[in-house]
């Protein structure tokens, strides 16, 4: 089975811009969970997704937003980029409420 | 707040010695306890987990201890080898979600 992928897996912008990324699961995974990675926070849960519908979300602003289709790959979407959302995105799966969680390899966005 | 507290925040083991991580967490509803290994450029990738009905679980040279009146578990790392040098994340989370709080990492380096 392939892994977990995501798109792109660098990416480059300017403040005040908006990003959109992109996470395919592993076949048959309904849920799809998105962290941000910084050296000094680790991993924080931004959300999670289930069958196209939000099951979770973590403590981050409105700017921060996902989705979920149909076929389970999920985009999380950041506007207004600030400085400080420079950071490694990771996406994970999981079958159905396995806790189970695989991980993307990442995107890492740089906002200058 | 930090939900997962991950203690040593860097260690450096010589090979074939014993890497010994540990963490602590807060709520009681937690019942699953992953541990993750991240290598450079790489997404977090599942190592051992354990559910709080058991005090330790072992696979291969990996061991979770897990004592639940102290809300501590750890990792044991036997035979370190340096191809474990890695970063170590552990986790906790509810069994009903997917919503996952991780520790701030241990950088582990083992030296031949």
């Known amino acids: 089975k392939a892994g977990v992928t995501q798109t792109p897996r660098y990416l480059i912008k300017t403040r005040g811009q908006q990003v959109t990324l992109s996470c395919s699961p592993i076949s048959g995974h309904r849920s799809v969970s998105w962290y941000q990675q910084t050296p000094g926070q680790g991993l924080q849960f931004l959300f999670e997704y289930f069958s196209e519908t939000q099951r979770n979300k973590g403590n981050f602003p409105g700017r921060f937003s996902g989705r979920q289709f149909s076929n389970s790959r999920s985009e999380m979407n950041v506007s207004t980029l600030e400085l400080g959302d420079s950071a490694l995105y990771l996406c994970?799966?999981?079958?159905?409420?396995?806790?189970?969680?695989?991980f993307g390899p990442g995107t890492r966005l740089t906002v200058l | 707040q930090q939900q997962v507290k991950q203690s040593p925040q860097s260690l450096i083991v010589q090979k074939g010695g014993i890497s010994i991580i540990n963490c602590a967490y807060e709520?009681?509803?937690?019942?699953?306890f992953p541990w993750y290994q991240q290598f450079p450029g790489k997404g977090p990738a599942l190592l051992i987990a354990i559910r709080p009905d058991v005090s330790e679980k072992k696979e291969g040279r990996f061991t979770i201890s897990f004592n639940k009146s102290a809300k501590q578990f750890s990792l044991h790392i036997m035979d370190s080898q340096p191809g474990d040098s890695a970063t170590y994340f552990c986790?906790?989370?509810?069994?009903?979600?997917?919503?996952?709080?991780f520790g701030t990492g241990t950088s582990l380096t083992v030296i031949p």
């Open positions: 994970a799966s999981s079958y159905g409420s396995s806790n189970e969680q695989f």
């Open positions: 709520n009681t509803a937690f019942d699953y």
């Open positions: 986790a906790a989370s509810m069994i009903s979600g997917n919503q996952f709080y």
